[in-house]
């Protein structure tokens, strides 16, 4: 009775592993996809910042 109990454990992690990978996956291109869309601000020129402080 125990190696069924244990077959069935590992049958099941196996049958989650993919699910487990595609959640991974999406996330991880959803982050890349939010990543790409920020903006950042442009550096200031040195002038317009001297001239800023001024």
Request: proline share 7%; no cysteine; net charge neutral.
């Amino acid at each position: 009775m125990q190696p069924t109990v244990s077959e069935d454990h590992y049958s099941t992690a196996r049958q989650l592993r993919p699910v487990v990978v595609t959640v991974i996956a999406a996330k991880l291109a959803v982050f890349a996809l939010l990543m790409t869309t920020i903006n950042f601000q442009a550096p200031l020129p040195v002038a317009v910042e001297l001239a800023d402080i001024r």
